[in-house]
């Protein structure tokens, strides 16, 4: 515990960010860091709760409660308080193995189950876990630490995402020696491509990457197992395969018009844009281009919202984004959402923020649904047509949306761009191992054992449990690396 009356004596504070007007003209990290003396108080509000459920890591209604990986929240809290800030590097690192990565787009569901929060503003957990991994490095305390033996023990895992890396990391700590098979030019998955460079520096990937790769990791590119490589191969000549391939099949959206030059996933928006920018500073031009266009986004999620602020940085004319969801209440419905429940509270995500600077409101609109595209006489997007919706339950029980008559609208549109989630992982792998799915047709595997109907393959991340958190990814690429240890040595010294 830091002191027991900080969380009385001091705000909750969080540093600013970059002006978002002034953002939008860049690429850059829209993040910024208190300074030292600020994050120890900052740590000191964090009180002596008896039992921190900023720790627990549950999938409660709504959302996640608390860390899934476990992260040590009132240890490192206290240490930063007291100054100890390599301690609180190390007591960090026990428990993740990129906090670089969480403290930056991590939604800190630990915040919303921080006890603080009951009766006042959580302690400002995510920004003081940025800002002791960005020390550890400033100050050259990450350092490469490869295994001091080798077991013999060959790995493949498929797919270098957060789950893919985090395996990969611990296998490799395990002293086996694993290869890591990616299918882009990059190492890093949706790290590198799919959160946009102004959410998390792709040199900040490229960073760790490089410390993995100076433990005995070993990254082949360009390389998708299933069509570049049989995927029986792998099971053939490694000891164990770890299938990390992620949850990229895009749910598909077959309305009227869907068909209209100007109407894209927003995966094949955001990545042609990161791609372009990392190969050339988009001067190449081999991306989906916002500007001067009307832009209609159509889903609620942080994939929506960062392809608002992706065409905010193209200079698009205009840009709305659709979501079938209720506007959210400004404060927590204690009967309907209570804590330590993921808050579900009205927020500006910094993608808001920026169209709010630049045209003066929030983007989104609500209870919304797009009932057809309308193209003009050559086959582009001109508009879409909408119906505010409500949700109800049906005769069988089943929660569903119901148009509300009266509430057709048509927006002016030159592109717009699907965002609506994901539908598992793509099954050419799956099939050609004869995986057995569950009804979403992720790869079946049980939590906290992650094997597969097939020996030797195992499966984490959301190639197992569907499209997800960062997080939860770390944590499922931790654990499956830990069963896979055990099924090779007999035991095991990984958590």
């Known amino acids: 515990m830091s002191t027991p009356t900080g969380f009385m004596e001091y705000q909750r504070q969080l540093p600013a960010d970059r002006d978002p007007a002034e953002r939008v003209k860049d690429w850059e990290e829209f993040h910024k860091h208190l300074e030292e003396e600020e994050l120890q108080t900052q740590g000191a509000r964090c009180m002596d709760c008896g039992t921190p459920y900023c720790h627990t890591g549950i999938d409660m209604i709504g959302g996640t409660s608390g860390c899934p990986i476990h992260n040590l929240i009132p240890e490192w809290n206290n240490l930063v308080y007291r100054g100890l800030w390599r301690e609180a590097l190390e007591r960090l690192h026990k428990t993740n193995n990129f906090p670089e990565f969480t403290g930056r787009v991590c939604p800190a569901p630990c915040e919303g189950s921080c006890t603080v929060g009951l009766i ?65 030019d990059r190492v890093g998955g949706l790290l590198t491509y799919g959160i946009p460079s102004m959410k998390l520096d792709k040199g900040v990937v490229q960073r760790r990457v490089d410390l993995l790769a100076a433990e005995g990791v070993e990254f082949v590119v360009n390389t998708e197992i299933g069509k570049d490589i049989p995927a029986q191969q792998l099971v053939d000549e490694y000891d164990a395969v770890v299938l990390c391939g992620g949850a990229t099949k895009p749910r598909e959206f077959n309305i009227e018009g869907s068909d209209l030059k100007g109407v894209h996933y927003a995966m094949d928006y955001l990545n042609g844009t990161i791609k372009s920018y990392l190969d050339s500073g988009l001067q190449d031009g081999n991306y989906i281009s916002a500007k001067d266009k009307d832009v209609i986004v159509i889903g609620g999620g942080d994939t929506g919202s960062d392809c608002v602020a992706t065409a905010l940085r193209h200079g698009c004319r205009s840009v709305t ?110 099939q050609q191992l004869g995986l057995e799915t569950d009804r979403r047709t992720n790869v079946k595997a049980p939590y906290g054992k992650y094997t597969t109907n097939v020996d030797k393959v195992f499966a984490a991340g959301d190639m197992r449990r569907g499209q997800s958190l960062v997080v939860w990814a770390i944590n499922e690429g931790r654990e499956v690396a830990r069963e896979v240890d055990k099924y090779l040595m007999g035991s095991t010294v990984l958590v």
């Open 120 to 184: 006042g503003q959580p302690v400002t957990i995510k920004s003081i876990e940025q800002a002791i991994i960005d020390k550890g490095f400033e100050e050259g305390w990450v350092v490469p630490e490869p295994p001091e033996k080798r077991t013999g023990r060959r790995i493949a895992v498929v797919g270098s995402g957060p789950a893919g890396l985090a395996a990969a990391a611990q296998l490799n700590k395990a002293g086996h020696s694993v290869t890591v098979f990616e299918r882009s």
């Open 321 to 430: 984004q659709f979501g079938t969801h209720k506007r959210a209440p400004l404060e927590r419905d204690p009967i309907a959402n209570p804590w330590p429940q993921f808050p579900n509270v009205y927020t500006l995500d910094y993608a808001h923020e920026e169209a709010k600077a630049l045209f003066g409101e929030d983007p989104r609109e609500f209870s919304i649904m797009t009932t057809k595209f309308v193209g003009d006489e050559n086959g582009n997007l001109k508009e879409l047509h909408t119906v505010q919706i409500e949700r109800i339950v049906d005769e069988t029980g089943r929660k569903i949306y119901q148009p509300i008559p009266g509430t057709e609208k048509v927006f002016p549109a030159q592109m717009a761009l699907i965002a609506i989630g994901f539908d598992g992982p793509e099954q050419t792998l799956v």
